[in-house]
C-alpha cells in the first residue's frame, strides 16, 4: 500500500524575483521576522522557500506568493558595509505551496510538496544556439549565478533555468519557465523568445 508524502513546512521569503534550482543569490535581510527566520534555518540546518511576490511588497504586510518556488539553501552570510546582514543561498529542488499560514510575526509558513529534478538530458542539437548565448553570458556576469555553470550549459534543465534566470524577461515568463515541467519544451519557449533579444 502506497502512502502520501507528508507535505513539509517551510518558511518563505517572498521576493519580487524569481529564483531558479542551481542558480546563487545575494539578499539583505533587514525586518525582524526574517532576521528570525535566518537564525533558526542555521540553528536547524535547514532551508527556506523563495517565491516569487503575486501581490503586496517584499517589506511589510505580509505578501501573496506564487504557488512555485525554489529552495533556498544558505551558503554564506556575513554583516554588510551598511550593517545589515547579508546572505549568499543557493537554489535547490522546486516546491507547490499546498497551504499556508501567518506566523504571529507575519513570517508566512507554507505546507509544500517537493519538485523532483527531472532526470538528466543532453541539450538535443537543434537548441545548441541556446548554449552559445549561454556562454557568452556567461563570460560577462560579474556575480556568482550558478554553482556549476558549465556543467549547466550541456544539460537541458539546468540550461533552461540559467538562462531563464540570465536573459532579461519579465517575472511572469520567468515563473512561466519555473513552473514549466518539461525541460525540452522550456528550451523551445526559450528559442521562441530569441529574436526579440536579437532584435534589442
Known sequence: ????????????????????PGGQLSLR????????MIKECSRQGRGFGICLIL??????LPAAPAAIGTMA??????????GLLQITVAGRERFRVVQTRIRADGLILASVDRWPASAP??????????????RRLLEVIGEPAAEQ??????????????LAQWL????EERQQLLEQ?????????LNYLLPRFQRE
Open 1 to 20: 500500500m502506497r502512502t502520501t508524502p507528508t507535505p513539509l513546512e517551510i518558511p518563505l521569503f517572498p521576493l519580487a524575483a524569481v529564483f531558479f
Open 29 to 36: 535581510i533587514f525586518e525582524p521576522r526574517y532576521l528570525d
Open 55 to 60: 501581490e503586496g511588497e517584499e517589506a511589510g
Open 73 to 82: 539553501e544558505i551558503l554564506d552570510f556575513q554583516m554588510g558595509s551598511d
Open 121 to 134: 538530458q543532453s541539450v538535443p542539437v537543434e537548441f545548441s544556439l541556446l548554449q552559445q548565448i549561454a
Open 149 to 162: 555553470p558549465q556543467r549547466d550549459l550541456d544539460e537541458a534543465e539546468r540550461l533552461g533555468f540559467r
Open 168 to 171: 532579461p524577461l519579465t517575472n
Open 181 to 189: 515541467p518539461d525541460p525540452l519544451q522550456r528550451l523551445h519557449d
